[in-house]
Protein backbone atom coordinates (compact mmCIF):
# COMPACT_ATOMS: atom_id res chain seq x y z
CA UNK A 1 0.00 0.00 0.00
CA UNK A 2 2.54 2.06 1.00
CA UNK A 3 4.53 1.74 -2.93
CA UNK A 4 1.07 2.61 -4.13
CA UNK A 5 0.78 5.68 -2.37
CA UNK A 6 4.67 6.68 -3.31
CA UNK A 7 4.00 6.03 -6.93
CA UNK A 8 0.58 8.18 -6.77
CA UNK A 9 2.53 10.82 -5.61
CA UNK A 10 5.26 10.97 -7.32
CA UNK A 11 3.19 10.90 -10.76
CA UNK A 12 0.89 13.83 -9.19
CA UNK A 13 4.13 15.47 -8.63
CA UNK A 14 5.23 15.31 -12.14
CA UNK A 15 2.21 16.71 -13.40
CA UNK A 16 2.24 19.46 -11.44
CA UNK A 17 5.91 20.41 -12.30
CA UNK A 18 5.10 19.49 -16.37
CA UNK A 19 1.99 21.93 -16.12
CA UNK A 20 4.58 24.83 -14.45
CA UNK A 21 7.21 24.40 -17.26
CA UNK A 22 4.21 24.62 -19.86
CA UNK A 23 2.54 27.30 -18.35
CA UNK A 24 6.61 29.05 -18.18
CA UNK A 25 7.06 28.34 -21.59
CA UNK A 26 4.22 30.15 -23.19
CA UNK A 27 5.65 33.25 -23.62
CA UNK A 28 8.87 31.72 -25.05
CA UNK A 29 9.83 32.09 -29.00
CA UNK A 30 9.39 34.76 -31.79
CA UNK A 31 6.07 36.99 -31.59
CA UNK A 32 4.93 40.06 -33.76
CA UNK A 33 3.39 42.90 -31.53
CA UNK A 34 1.32 45.64 -33.39
CA UNK A 35 0.18 48.88 -30.95
CA UNK A 36 -2.75 50.96 -32.26
CA UNK A 37 -3.33 54.51 -32.18
CA UNK A 38 -0.59 55.79 -31.03
CA UNK A 39 0.66 59.42 -31.57
CA UNK A 40 3.13 58.34 -34.52
CA UNK A 41 0.43 56.01 -35.87
CA UNK A 42 -0.05 52.02 -35.41
CA UNK A 43 3.66 50.33 -34.54
CA UNK A 44 4.23 46.94 -35.14
CA UNK A 45 7.22 45.26 -33.25
CA UNK A 46 9.26 42.32 -33.54
CA UNK A 47 10.47 40.36 -30.75
CA UNK A 48 12.21 36.79 -29.74
CA UNK A 49 11.35 36.45 -25.96
CA UNK A 50 14.31 33.71 -25.04
CA UNK A 51 14.98 32.30 -20.84
CA UNK A 52 18.28 33.25 -19.86
CA UNK A 53 18.92 32.27 -16.11
CA UNK A 54 15.31 31.68 -15.53
CA UNK A 55 14.14 34.56 -16.49
CA UNK A 56 12.50 36.00 -19.59
CA UNK A 57 14.86 38.78 -22.03
CA UNK A 58 14.51 40.02 -25.32
CA UNK A 59 14.50 42.88 -27.67
CA UNK A 60 12.10 44.62 -29.79
CA UNK A 61 12.80 45.44 -33.52
CA UNK A 62 10.98 47.81 -36.08
CA UNK A 63 10.42 45.88 -39.00
CA UNK A 64 9.24 48.54 -41.18
CA UNK A 65 12.66 50.18 -40.75
CA UNK A 66 15.68 47.46 -40.57
CA UNK A 67 18.66 50.15 -40.02
CA UNK A 68 16.78 51.15 -36.42
CA UNK A 69 18.74 49.88 -33.67
CA UNK A 70 16.98 47.06 -31.57
CA UNK A 71 14.76 48.13 -28.48
CA UNK A 72 16.42 46.24 -25.32
CA UNK A 73 13.67 45.26 -23.10
CA UNK A 74 14.85 46.30 -19.84
CA UNK A 75 12.23 44.32 -17.64
CA UNK A 76 9.72 41.55 -17.81
CA UNK A 77 7.79 40.60 -15.31
CA UNK A 78 5.93 37.05 -15.71
CA UNK A 79 2.70 35.36 -14.47
CA UNK A 80 1.09 32.47 -15.34
CA UNK A 81 -1.71 34.04 -18.19
CA UNK A 82 0.12 37.39 -18.67
CA UNK A 83 3.82 39.62 -19.81
CA UNK A 84 4.68 43.37 -19.05
CA UNK A 85 7.77 43.93 -20.79
CA UNK A 86 9.38 47.53 -20.16
CA UNK A 87 11.64 49.14 -22.53
CA UNK A 88 12.25 53.14 -23.17
CA UNK A 89 11.74 55.12 -26.34
CA UNK A 90 12.01 58.21 -27.89
CA UNK A 91 12.87 59.50 -24.07
CA UNK A 92 10.23 57.73 -22.42
CA UNK A 93 10.22 54.45 -19.88
CA UNK A 94 7.03 52.59 -21.86
CA UNK A 95 5.41 49.31 -20.47
CA UNK A 96 3.52 46.94 -22.32
CA UNK A 97 1.15 44.28 -20.97
CA UNK A 98 -0.19 41.32 -22.57
CA UNK A 99 -2.21 38.61 -21.54
CA UNK A 100 -2.69 35.38 -22.85
CA UNK A 101 -5.81 35.12 -25.33
CA UNK A 102 -4.94 31.04 -26.68
CA UNK A 103 -2.61 29.57 -27.53
CA UNK A 104 -0.85 32.09 -30.02
CA UNK A 105 -2.33 35.28 -29.73
CA UNK A 106 -1.53 37.90 -26.48
CA UNK A 107 -3.92 41.29 -26.07
CA UNK A 108 -3.27 44.14 -23.92
CA UNK A 109 -2.04 48.17 -24.06
CA UNK A 110 0.85 49.94 -24.24
CA UNK A 111 0.73 52.43 -21.22
CA UNK A 112 -2.82 51.69 -20.35
CA UNK A 113 -3.75 53.76 -22.97
CA UNK A 114 -3.13 52.06 -26.98
CA UNK A 115 -4.37 48.49 -27.86
CA UNK A 116 -1.79 45.96 -28.33
CA UNK A 117 -1.67 42.85 -29.94
CA UNK A 118 0.72 40.27 -30.42
CA UNK A 119 0.58 37.08 -32.85
CA UNK A 120 3.11 33.62 -32.24
CA UNK A 121 5.43 33.65 -35.20
CA UNK A 122 5.16 30.62 -36.62
CA UNK A 123 8.61 29.20 -38.59
CA UNK A 124 7.45 28.03 -41.82
CA UNK A 125 8.54 24.45 -42.33
CA UNK A 126 8.96 23.18 -46.42
Avoid: C, H
Avoid at 11 to 20: N, R
Avoid at 35 to 46: C, E, L, R, Y
Avoid at 83 to 99: H, R, V
Amino acid sequence: MKKLKFLMLVLLTASVLTGFTKAEDYFLGKWEIMVAGTPNGDIKFATDLQRKDGKLTGELTIPADPNAPAIPIINIEEETDKITLYFSAQGYDLNLELNKVDQDNMKGSLMGMFDSKAIRVKEKTE
